[in-house]
């Protein structure tokens, strides 16, 4: 059970696995006011960047679940140095179906609702960890522009339109779902270019240094075509961000 080489290939050094900066991470922290000692569940937390500054910053203490188990080593690597290893735990294991031991203060999937089968399933995964008055983070794209032609779908690594939805249409269906929209913290695309043009540099170098492994020609492949096909596609007709829902 762990992710794919390829994708920590990629994200060696990324702290943030979605199109946020830190700057952005500390935004949406500081918005949610809070209180000292609220708990937390983040499920795909990847390298735990959230729990570890927020752990600093706001005093929260909580559980990351990851399949990853490079990323989990980086994450508890973090909160060492950060200093917060007594404050947060993280687990290497599949957050698919992962319910909380006892209900948190808020619980996270910011930028893997695959792990709930998509948004709604996801949003009735989350309702199982967090307590009647606490928070729920989903981060999801989102279509900024309608996309033209399947290309362009594509070109976004989607299959269909349907695969998101236009921002306020998104807003609207959590409503359906149950829930109140109380912050949304969006990404722009100079966070866009900073998670996805990062990923060049590492695979480049990894190619440096890996010329003859396995995966050094799909590597390569990628690295062909990513930085156009962003510019192109991603960048222009994707946007991303984390909304802050609570049950009604």
Same mark, same amino acid.
């Given at each position: 059970?762990?992710?794919?080489?390829s #994708?920590?290939?990629?994200?060696?050094?990324?702290?943030?696995?979605?199109?946020?900066?830190?700057?952005?991470?500390?935004?949406?922290?500081?918005? &949610?006011? =809070?209180?000292?000692?609220?708990?937390?569940l983040? &499920?795909?937390?990847?390298?735990?960047?959230?729990l570890?500054?927020?752990?600093?910053?706001?005093?929260?203490? !909580?559980l990351?679940?990851?399949?990853?188990?490079?990323?989990?080593?980086?994450?508890?690597?973090?909160a060492?140095?950060?200093?917060?290893?007594?404050?947060?735990?993280?687990?290497?294991?599949?957050?698919?179906?992962?319910?909380?031991?006892?209900?948190?203060?808020?619980?996270?999937?910011v930028?893997?609702?695959?792990i709930g089968?998509?948004?709604?399933?996801t949003?009735? &995964?989350?309702?199982?960890?967090?307590?009647?008055?606490?928070?729920? =983070?989903?981060?999801?794209? /989102?279509?900024?522009?309608?996309?033209?032609?399947?290309?362009?779908v594509? !070109?976004c /690594?989607?299959?269909?339109?349907?695969?998101?939805?236009?921002?306020?249409?998104?807003?609207?269906s #959590?409503?359906?779902l149950?829930?109140?929209?109380?912050?949304?913290?969006?990404?722009? *695309?100079?966070?866009?270019?900073?998670?996805?043009?990062?990923?060049?540099?590492?695979?480049?170098?990894?190619?440096?240094?890996?010329?003859?492994?396995? &995966?050094?020609?799909?590597m390569?492949?990628?690295?062909?075509?990513?930085?156009?096909?962003h510019?192109? /596609? *991603?960048?222009? /007709?994707?946007?991303?961000?984390? #909304?802050?829902?609570?049950?009604?």
């Amino acid at each position: 059970m762990d992710l794919p080489r390829s #994708f920590t290939i990629r994200e060696s050094s990324h702290r943030i696995h979605n199109p946020f900066t830190s700057e952005k991470l500390a935004t949406l922290g500081r918005a &949610l006011r =809070l209180a000292p000692d609220t708990s937390m569940l983040d &499920l795909a937390c990847g390298t735990g960047e959230m729990l570890c500054t927020w752990a600093r910053d706001h005093r929260v203490s !909580g559980l990351g679940v990851d399949i990853s188990s490079v990323f989990i080593a980086a994450a508890r690597a973090r909160a060492d140095g950060l200093d917060v290893a007594n404050r947060v735990t993280f687990v290497h294991g599949d957050a698919s179906g992962y319910v909380a031991d006892e209900p948190a203060g808020i619980a996270s999937c910011v930028g893997a609702t695959w792990i709930g089968g998509g948004v709604a399933g996801t949003v009735e &995964l989350l309702r199982r960890s967090v307590t009647p008055d606490g928070m729920m =983070l989903i981060g999801e794209p /989102y279509w900024r522009r309608e996309p033209p032609d399947q290309a362009t779908v594509e !070109g976004c /690594y989607g299959i269909g339109r349907d695969d998101w939805l236009p921002l306020p249409e998104l807003i609207e269906s #959590f409503g359906q779902l149950g829930c109140d929209v109380v912050e949304l913290v969006l990404a722009d *695309q100079d966070s866009w270019d900073r998670y996805e043009a990062a990923k060049w540099l590492n695979i480049r170098r990894w190619l440096d240094a890996n010329p003859h492994d396995e &995966l050094a020609g799909e590597m390569r492949a990628e690295l062909d075509t990513a930085p156009a096909r962003h510019v192109r /596609y *991603q960048r222009e /007709y994707l946007g991303w961000g984390v #909304f802050v829902l609570m049950n009604r």
